[in-house]
């Protein structure tokens, strides 16, 4: 049974130990940095303005896509189901029923931002291990 470890001790080694896991198994990134960014997503459905429910709606996780370089995701609110997403996101003021507000997406991703690449990283050291 083959072993898949590595300790993280800064952006180098971070770097490192990530290309080393997309080597291995880039399926086990894109999972990793899908499920980081469910978690995201959902912290801003408790954030989002709902009058008709359709912006709340309309948001979603992308399934991870490959740049060539690495894989990402787009968390997104809007297309023609709320047209206006934007709008509601960048207009600041007294305009949401707490606990909805303006930058509903933008706030739970600055909170995780901190976080984010070492959360990734144990995503992907326990995708790699359930899969041998």
Do not use: C
């Not at 290309?19 to 989002?48: C, G, H, R």
């Not at 990402?72 to 206006?84: F, K, L, R, S």
Request: no cysteine.
């Amino acid at each position: 049974m083959a072993t898949f470890q590595f300790t993280l001790e800064g952006d180098k080694e971070l770097v490192r130990a990530l290309q080393t896991a997309v080597a291995k198994s880039p399926m086990a990134v894109a999972q990793a940095i899908w499920e980081e960014a469910n978690l995201i997503f959902a912290k801003s459905q408790v954030l989002v303005p709902v009058d008709t429910g359709a912006l709340r709606g309309s948001g979603g996780v992308s399934a991870p896509q490959d740049a060539g370089q690495g894989y990402y995701v787009d968390i997104y609110y809007g297309g023609p189901a709320a047209p206006y997403a934007l709008l509601v996101h960048e207009i600041i003021g007294n305009y949401h029923k707490p606990p909805t507000q303006a930058k509903y997406l933008e706030q739970p991703f600055m909170q995780s931002l901190s976080d984010l690449q070492n959360h990734i990283s144990r995503r992907i050291i326990d995708i790699v291990r359930s899969a041998q």
